[in-house]
């Protein structure tokens, strides 16, 4: 048998889920006991080039309360042609078309290397792909102009059969027509109005199709993709919609001396989730909205249009000094359900110097598994490259990207699901398997994800159900089984049903075992997501308290420090921005965010990994440190003074340049793959931007203790957090102390 | 002269009355009671005889050219002198006289009785103490022909009495024109020599059997009289003479003057004067000369021939005067001539003319009754009365007063002398008359005119008149062009100066004092400084001495430039905005109207008004489609394309761009014409049939909010607006509530929505004009409040059909975008102190009760103000009144237009009387009665005017009349027209409504009038009515009156409305006319969808539709042609026009009317 290191990797591999323990302990005090839950990152479309889909449907078990999948847990009886559910232990029969089955001739979900396999389904006309962009026009010229460079470029990548979709927004709404002719068309609506969906549509003329619509053409009921003139096939309109965008002014509107533009960003999102879900409810749909600043009126508003008064920050915030936080918060969170309820995911593009109200708007991508992505401005390569990135194809030459997923989880008797943590929510769908205990979204053995990518991570909280005094038989195993349901990019609707059983073990005659079946990478991002969870939805303080009290026992330090849970030196919206990557990516990237990775370049030998600590800081070194959102190299103050003075361009000096471009090129590796695209940093000792390595690294050197610091170099943190040693100090004090 | 004297006849006029008149002759005396059988009589006999006597009359008439005018003028010179041998014994005769065409024929007789015995009274009193008055009276009379009036009764009296009085030749001929007009109607009547007459018109039909007789009758005898009368006494004298010893003429009127002028045609430039009228006059000479029959048949030869025959009626006496009447019964101008005639004649004439009727007409036809007008029954013989009852029937339409008649006469005495502006009180030409202006200090006629030019020192004395001082302003109308345009004064960076206390606009009548130091304010008599910059030093006479040179020192009319300070939040205006809203409904499109709109902007847009003919217009231009939502185009310079927005959340209307929505035309042309050429195709398979109405407004309102500035919407509109929006209507069109209390909610408009919606336009400055295309009810009265009230117009194409009504709506809308125009205008009217605007009437917005707010004010708006006493006025000062309006210039400049007006005040009613313009009158009774509507039950209204009218005659029977029987009516020659014109705005559609008059319809034209200026109104109320014959030579046909008998079945005639043009063809219209016209001979050939006229090579052809283009151009809007054959169906809709006739709708005719009328001022006189 292989490690348990290798058993975790293989897994991952094959079936994309990590659980905190990879033995379970078998009664529910003993899990509780265990502090970290049995619970497990499961990445549903985890790429599998090595899995071609099956191209007929599933079997499912008859009970009613049951519907779990054949799979190759089951029982099968080659002669009665009967299977056993795992679950609930129905006996099933075959359907007429596995009659030819036999123990030579399998289907391939019931062999054990197809725990996780892919239907294809026929269910309906195929679903388009649907994009719908949302275009702030309260730019700068040069940002709007970038932008509108970027969306053109974004029609070439797009699926040719897609439906696309425009709508501009600034002092007032405009949603244009795609489908005429001519003169271009759009329908405007005031900013500052709020509208229910079904006005939106009536205004939109999408409504009574027996009638007629506004232009009097006679609609075509039943059939959205004609009726609906705001959304039409890229390869029909993509030379109009190339033309609308470059004819796209900035907001004519003229914006006195003293006050923001005004930006209508609440209601352009309503109409935009109004009209897709009048004209494509349940359908995967992506609305893409561009702003390059905050809402500035009407509801959803984050800040006044006077620019004397600033946007929130946290101290306004803890002050209960943010007029607009509730309501719109609010606002937005009620659009995000709805967005969601259809399938339909909202991604934010937030290009500005200052914030742009993520902090209210999160939920619109949180709940509906969109994407945010922050930078500086829309002409930016960071911005240019993650759009672009949304669009990456894989091995297949098919998007990354699916939509309208659901995820329906089935467990064993002994287990129940206590909840969720990911870009996901409830359906509300009861079973026998939902545990009382809720954790993250819970209630529900189901949730809707409405938009997935390959590395979109749901962390699963489970709670072991079975009472001490009903001791599993030796050898017997849970079994948790992943079904999902979505929309593939190529518009097929498809189908990945995910088994995995583990070992029950009792805690009492097997803690050992236990104890090396913890996962201890997992379990820190599954602590860290919960975290995070109870961060957003707790006063600041409480939850670190709590976390404290876990993390104690969890030594995570980094995280403490991170912006995940600790807000200062961010803004709201950074906050807001991290936290959001952070429940939705998959383990490997998890980890970096919570202690991001620091490699140091020098000419005493190659590149290594070295402590995210101060005292790796040196003069004569490079570093190149990976936050997920940050990029930073990092020079010393010996090789940024010989970079100054030029010596990489002398022939003689030429390994110096190397030692540049090493971790340039390192980078760029990073930057390839990485989603989004993290802010690049080029720095050196005392530059303005080294604030990015100063901030992570443990302040094991501050101003309060340089001068009893010994001679050895490094640099200085100025701070008050706690450093790594204090930390390990209390620690292992309460470690001692917390036993009595 | 003598027509002022004659005017005193009119009293005659009042008797012309057509009602009164024939009824009071038979009841003579018994006035009172002879009226009120007039009219009880009066409805039968007019159904019967009387109508055929008239009918006689014109057949004579219209064969001959016959306007009555001229010759009446000679018989009523006649006349006189008959009168007052008559005088006395007039009255007896008069009895017999009756001669009166049979409906006046009595009356007439009457009349005239009453006439001569106002003429014998006076001469036989005041006659002597008169006679040196007259002569002053008369001359000073003469020389303003106008004035003539003034002496009416008076004067004719004395004249009669004092005729022999040397002044009388000279101040005669000018008289005469002015008589002319009394006169003729007494002609006419009287002239009926009796059985002659009336067999050879018996075809006249209706009337022919007892009419016949007496119109002969009438005429004949009024004239005889006239001329019997004038031979005997001095008078007579004074005829064989020459014209002027007709100082008897001179009493009656011009007209005698005219006749005898004949022989000093020479002399006097009466012949010129006549011209027009004096044929047919003259005709009427001749016949007299032949004797009673053949002067009916026989048109009168001329002027010469004229004098010919008052000489001999002079001697003749009576016989003379059947002549006389037969000459006269044709021209039924003849009225005015009569009048002057039947005074001194009518005494006597009348009685006879009674007689006649009564008994035999023969004998007697020479008395004949031009007495109609006057009052002429005196009724003495109340014996007569079952006669009298008679003659009532009888009554002859052409003896009662003529508006073509007296719009002739004003056109030959007034076209040719420029009017000048520099006297105080004088009353300017007719409407109708052709006149150039020269400004010399107070306000040219075009652009304001009173309803009288001598106002009552006291408001006594102007309650007890009734009659209205108001004054119709028409503040920036166009001027012909040989008249200057008001010159520009720029008073420097202070601003124009004013008064220190009433604020009133530097103007002529301000007087400097102090050696120029200081001026006096005409208005309020405040002293204030004269800026260093604008002194200048007196001279001799006390005036500056760039007086000259100073338009605002020297004019009535000029602009001031405005500065800063009168501008809106003290920010100089930006050029104004056209907005151009198309409705693009499934009606609007299958009508065809989006096409054409859309085709016609493309070119109109190079139209947009400017100052400068050279330059580009500053005004720019938007564009909007909508059916319930709205469709903004973005039509920026720089697009390839224009962008479409629409907006579909009409609840809460909003502006969607700024940027490209409003643009210069020719940046943007290619993309305005992409977006023209794009609008037809994009909407033409709609099916939205729903509107809404009110946010086209609104966002019309927000566009120009937006850009700051002022700016006209031009709304082309097809259906109700039920859409769901704000403003949006229920049809609620019930026609069971005319006639009810409940009708006026017709009129009101349904919601306070659109009410508001004005508020803020007129704010902001935002003129709305509304071109409507309905297929059935829009409820005009709730659509028009905003246009109404913002300075707009509305325009109504009901079932509107691309090729029929193409023409007319582009001419329309050609008109209206390039009209000049001012934005954003307040006008204000300052009074000297004394009087006060009271009230106003037109489109625009008051929010207090001085300044009237205009979003936009073109060269046709019309502002009507009324005026009220609150103090005394002095004789010595007058009265004084500035109309100053603030507006932007469709260039974008801010400026004051103001227009000073002086009238004298008058102690005397008498004096009021004489200086009145019945047109203004009018026009201000039916703005009163039309918005009167809106509160009152119609019946209310309709009972408010007549009662008020009779009050004004009443008055003036009691105070300026001389005594005479009740039973005559008398009218004060200023406003003889007044029973006919308000008959008129009685049976308008408006107030009396036909079956097939839409409540639309009445909405419609009750917004119409409101803004209407007087030439307008006049048309409107009295359409032109023209016969077309003999179309060579530069001046136009003379008119007819509008009645059925005045047409020829043989004729064709061309009929002006105001708003539209009828063609009326006979259906025994000769080939040759046909051919002429229509290019075919046959009158089945004539398609009757026709709207445009064939373009035939001949003169004929040619000529009529120079007439009807130039007839169009006059009009502020565009006259549809219609042509009407002769009992074709559409020929309902043509006679509805001609209003002196019964109206299907139960409109009284004139002359039922007039007896209506006498009725009434005698109940008020009893």
Redesign the interface.
């Known amino acids: 048998m292989a490690t348990y290191q290798e058993f975790i990797q293989q897994n991952e591999d094959r079936d994309g889920v990590r659980f905190s323990w990879n033995l379970w302990p078998s009664s529910r005090l003993e899990a509780t006991r265990l502090v970290v839950p049995v619970s497990c990152l499961f990445t549903p479309l985890k790429e599998r080039p090595d899995l071609p889909p099956v191209q007929y449907e599933p079997v499912l078990c008859s009970r009613a309360n049951c519907k779990a999948v054949l799979n190759p847990l089951c029982q099968v009886d080659y002669r009665a042609k009967i299977w056993a559910c795992n679950f609930c232990f129905q006996r099933n029969p075959f359907p007429p078309s596995y009659a030819g089955i036999s123990d030579v001739n399998q289907p391939a979900e019931l062999m054990p290397q197809f725990s996780t396999i892919e239907y294809i389904v026929q269910r309906g006309p195929p679903n388009p792909l649907i994009f719908l962009y949302v275009v702030d026009t309260c730019l700068e010229e040069e940002d709007l102009q970038a932008l509108k460079e970027s969306l053109q470029m974004s029609l070439s990548l797009l699926p040719p059969n897609a439906l696309v979709g425009l709508i501009t927004f600034g002092r ?1 709404v ?1 949603v244009h ?1 795609l489908s005429c002719e ?9 900013g500052t ?1 709020e ?1 229910s969906s079904k006005q939106i549509q ?4 999408l409504t009574n199709p027996s ?2 619509g ?5 609609a075509a009921p039943q059939d959205p993709a004609v009726t609906c003139r705001f959304l039409q096939p890229v390869h029909k309109v993509d030379m109009n919609l190339t ?1 609308l965008l470059g ?1 796209l ?1 900035r907001d ?3 914006v006195p001396q003293g006050k923001r533009p005004l930006r209508s960003t609440g209601i352009a999102l309503s109409i935009a989730v109004g009209l897709l879900e009048g004209t494509f409810p349940n359908t995967g749909a992506r609305v893409m909205m561009f702003m390059g600043g905050p809402p500035t009126q009407g509801p959803g508003m984050v800040v006044g249009d006077e620019l004397k008064t600033p946007i929130r920050s946290w101290h306004d915030i803890t002050k209960d000094n943010a007029r607009h936080l509730k309501k719109a918060t609010k606002y937005y969170d009620a659009l995000a359900n709805r967005a969601a309820v259809n399938g339909h995911s909202i991604d934010i593009y937030a290009c500005a110097l200052d914030q742009t109200g993520l902090l209210e708007m999160k939920c619109l991508s949180n709940l509906t598994g969109g994407h945010i992505a922050m930078g500086d401005s829309f002409n930016t390569s960071l911005f240019k490259q993650t759009f672009q990135r949304v669009f990456s194809k894989d091995h297949n030459g098919e998007f990354r990207m699916a939509f309208g997923g659901t995820l329906e989880v089935s467990t064993s008797r002994e287990l129940k699901v206590s909840g969720a943590i990911g870009p996901c929510v409830s359906l509300n769908a009861k079973g026998p398997c939902i545990s009382e205990n809720e954790v993250g979204v819970g209630g529900t053995t189901q949730w809707k994800i409405c938009s997935l990518s390959p590395s979109t991570t749901l962390v699963l909280y489970f709670e072991v159900v079975n009472q001490h005094n009903a001791p599993i038989p030796q050898g017997g195993r849970g079994a948790v089984q992943f079904v999902t349901q979505y929309q593939h990019s190529n518009t097929q609707r498809r189908i990945r049903v995910t088994t995995v059983a583990r070992n029950w073990a009792d805690a009492q005659s097997q803690i050992q075992h236990i104890e090396s079946s913890f996962d201890q990478e997992a379990s820190a991002v599954i602590m860290a997501r919960l975290g995070v969870f109870r961060a957003e939805s707790e006063e600041g303080p409480d939850v670190l308290r709590w976390l404290d009290r876990q993390l104690i026992r969890l030594f995570m330090f980094h995280l403490r420090r991170s912006p995940f849970l600790q807000v200062f030196n961010n803004s709201p919206d950074e906050c807001s921005y991290y936290r959001h990557h952070f429940v939705c990516q998959n383990l490997t990237q998890s980890l970096i965010m919570i202690q991001p990775i620091l490699y140091s370049y020098s000419f005493h030998g190659p590149p290594e990994p070295v402590l995210l600590d101060s005292g790796s800081i040196l003069p004569d070194r490079i570093l190149l440190m990976d936050t997920f959102f940050q990029l930073v190299i990092y020079h010393g103050e010996t090789i940024a003074q010989w970079r100054k003075a030029g010596y990489q361009e002398q022939p003689e000096y030429e390994n110096f340049k190397h030692l540049l471009v090493a971790p340039v090129d390192d980078a760029q590796e990073i930057l390839q793959t990485r989603f989004p695209m993290p802010r690049y940093i080029d720095t050196e000792h005392g530059g303005s931007q080294a604030r990015f390595l100063l901030s992570k690294v443990n302040p094991s050197q501050t101003h309060n203790n340089l001068y009893s610091w010994g001679q050895e170099t490094g640099a200085p943190i100025l701070t008050d957090d706690v450093s790594l040693q204090v930390f390990m100090d209390h620690l292992k004090k309460l470690a001692v102390s917390s036993a009595t | 002269m003598v027509s002022a004297s004659c005017l005193s006849g009119y009293s005659t006029y009042a008797s012309f009355p057509s009602k009164a008149v024939p009824a009071n002759p038979v009841s003579d005396l018994p006035s009172s009671l002879d009226l009120g059988n007039c009219f009880l009589l009066a409805p039968p006999t007019y159904m019967g005889p009387p109508p055929v006597s008239t009918n006689q009359a014109y057949s004579q008439y219209a064969q001959g050219d016959i306007q009555n005018g001229p010759p009446p003028m000679d018989h009523s010179m006649a006349q006189p002198p008959v009168c007052q041998p008559y005088s006395h014994g007039a009255m007896n005769l008069s009895g017999p006289h009756p001669s009166y065409p049979q409906q006046y024929g009595v009356q007439p007789s009457m009349q005239q009785m009453t006439n001569q015995m106002s003429g014998m009274q006076v001469g036989s009193g005041p006659l002597t103490s008169a006679g040196p008055g007259y002569a002053p009276s008369l001359q000073s009379v003469l020389p303003t022909p106008l004035q003539p009036l003034p002496p009416i009764h008076k004067l004719l009296t004395q004249c009669l009495v004092p005729p022999p009085s040397l002044p009388l030749p000279v101040s005669l001929q000018p008289p005469n024109l002015t008589m002319m007009a009394l006169l003729p109607l007494n002609n006419n009547l009287s002239p009926p020599p009796p059985p002659p007459p009336s067999q050879p018109f018996p075809s006249s039909s209706p009337y022919s059997g007892p009419p016949p007789s007496s119109q002969p009758r009438a005429p004949a005898v009024s004239r005889q009289q006239s001329f019997p009368p004038g031979p005997p006494p001095p008078v007579q004298q004074t005829f064989p003479n020459s014209a002027p010893p007709p100082v008897s003429q001179a009493l009656y009127s011009g007209p005698p003057p005219s006749s005898q002028p004949g022989p000093f045609p020479p002399t006097f430039a009466s012949p010129a004067q006549y011209p027009a009228a004096q044929p047919p006059s003259q005709p009427g000479p001749p016949h007299f000369h032949s004797g009673p029959p053949p002067q009916c048949p026989m048109p009168p030869p001329s002027m010469s021939q004229q004098q010919a025959n008052p000489l001999p009626p002079g001697p003749m006496q009576q016989p003379p005067q059947p002549g006389m009447h037969g000459g006269y019964p044709t021209q039924q101008n003849g009225a005015f001539g009569q009048p002057r005639g039947p005074q001194p004649g009518y005494a006597g004439p009348q009685y006879p003319g009674q007689q006649n009727y009564g008994a035999v007409p023969a004998p007697t036809p020479a008395p004949t009754q031009k007495r109609l007008d006057p009052d002429s029954i005196p009724s003495p013989q109340a014996s007569e009365l079952p006669a009298v009852q008679k003659f009532r029937h009888r009554i002859d339409p052409d003896a009662i007063p003529s508006p073509i008649q007296v719009i002739e006469d004003d056109r030959a005495n007034k076209s040719s002398e420029p009017f000048t502006t520099g006297v105080k009180g004088q009353t300017p030409p007719l409407v109708t008359t052709n006149f150039q202006v020269k400004d010399q200090g107070n306000a040219s006629p075009r652009f304001v005119r009173c309803t009288a030019y001598n106002i009552p020192c006291t408001a006594d004395m102007a309650k007890q008149s009734q009659v209205p001082l108001a004054a119709v302003i028409k503040p920036l109308a166009m001027l012909p062009p040989d008249e200057t345009r008001p010159y520009m004064v720029d008073h420097g960076e202070a601003g124009p100066i004013r008064c220190n206390r009433c604020k009133a606009y530097m103007c002529p009548y301000m007087q400097f004092i102090e050696g120029g130091r200081r001026f006096q304010c005409g208005f309020c008599s405040c002293v204030t400084d004269v800026p260093p910059h604008y002194f200048q030093h007196l001279d001799h006479t006390g005036k500056r001495v760039d007086c000259c040179d100073r338009p605002e020192l020297s004019l009535g009319s000029y602009e001031f430039v405005a500065t800063v300070d009168y501008c809106k939040n003290n920010k100089l205006p930006q050029p104004p905005s056209f907005i151009f809203f198309i409705d693009v409904s499934y009606n609007a499109v299958k009508s065809g109207m989006v096409n054409i709109v859309c085709q016609e902007l493309k070119t109109l847009l190079d139209y947009l008004p400017r100052e400068n003919p050279e330059a580009d217009s500053v005004v720019r231009v938007g564009f909007v489609t909508y059916n319930k939502v709205l469709h903004f185009y973005n039509v920026k310079s720089s697009l390839a394309q224009p962008q479409m927005m629409v907006v579909s959340d009409v609840s809460d209307m909003f502006l969607p761009l700024l940027d490209g929505f409003l643009v210069n035309v020719n940046d943007s042309r290619m993309v305005i014409e992409s977006l023209l050429d794009q609008i037809p195709e994009m909407f033409a398979d709609t099916r939205e049939t729903e509107t809404v109405f009110g946010p086209v407004i609104q966002a019309g309102l927000e566009a120009l909010k937006a850009a700051d500035c002022a700016g006209k919407l031009f709304l082309f509109h097809s259906s109700l607006p039920i859409a769901e929006a704000p403003g949006k209507l229920k049809n609620r069109e019930d026609k069971k509530l005319v006639g009810t209390d409940k009708e006026k909610s017709l009129f009101q408009p349904q919601s306070g929505f659109y009410s508001n919606l004005s508020k803020e336009c007129v704010a902001q400055g935002c003129c709305v004009d509304l071109f409507l295309f309905p297929n059935q009810y829009v409820d005009v009265a709730t659509l028009g409040v905003v246009p109404v009230s913002t300075g707009g117009s509305v325009y109504k194409y009901t079932y509107f059909q691309a090729e029929m009504d193409r023409e007319r709506f582009l001419n329309d809308l050609r008109r209206d975008v390039q009209k000049p125009m001012g934005f954003d205008a307040v006008m204000r009217v300052r009074t000297s102190t004394g009087i006060r605007a009271t009230d106003f009437f037109g489109s625009f917005f008051m929010s207090n009760t001085t300044d009237v707010e205009l979003a936009g004010l073109d060269c046709d708006k019309t502002v009507t103000v009324e005026f009220r006493h609150d103090d005394k006025l002095s004789e010595d000062t007058g009265a004084l009144m500035q109309c100053a309006v603030l507006y932007t210039s469709c260039s974008g400049q801010r400026r004051l237009r103001v227009h000073n007006m002086a009238v004298n005040c008058c102690s005397q009613l008498a004096d009021l009387y004489r200086n009145c313009e019945t047109d203004t009158i009018i026009n201000f009774f039916s703005k009163y009665a039309y918005r009167s509507l809106l509160n009152t039950p119609t019946k209310t209204v309709r009972d408010t005017l007549v009662n008020q009218c009779a009050q004004i005659l009443a008055c003036y029977r009691k105070n300026c009349a001389s005594p005479s029987s009740a039973g005559q009516l008398i009218l004060p020659e200023c406003m003889k027209l007044l029973p006919v014109y308000l008959n008129c705005v009685l049976k308008s559609d408006v107030l009396q409504p036909g079956a097939d008059v839409s409540v639309d319809d009445r909405a419609y034209l009750r917004q119409l009038l409101s803004c209407m200026d007087v030439s307008e109104s006049h048309v409107f109320f009295y359409p032109r009515l023209l016969p077309l014959v003999k179309l060579d030579g530069g001046s136009l046909p003379m008119a007819v009156r509008n009645s059925e008998e005045r047409l020829s079945k043989g004729g064709v005639y061309l009929l002006e409305t105001g708003l539209y043009l009828f063609l009326w063809v006979g259906a025994n219209a000769q080939q040759e006319l046909l051919s002429n016209i229509f290019g075919t001979p046959t009158f089945s050939q004539i398609d009757p969808n026709m709207t445009s006229l064939p373009e035939l090579d001949n003169p004929f052809s040619q000529r009529l539709r120079e007439i009807i283009d130039s007839f169009r151009s006059q009009r502020s809007r565009y006259m549809k042609l219609m042509v009407v054959k002769q009992e074709d169906k559409a020929e309902l809709i043509f006679k509805h026009f001609l209003c002196e006739d019964k109206s299907a709708s139960g409109g009284a005719s004139y002359v039922d009317f007039l007896c209506h009328m006498h009725k009434e001022i005698r109940q008020l006189l009893s």
């Not at chain 1, 009536?202 to 003329?205: A, I, K, R, V």
């Not at chain 1, 506004?214 to 006679?218: F, I, L, M």
């Open positions: 007032m405009q027509e001519g003169i271009a068309k759009s329908y405007v609506f005031r109005k509208l009536e205004m939109l003329g009638a007629s506004p232009q009097g053409r006679p033309d004819e002014q004519p509107w003229p």
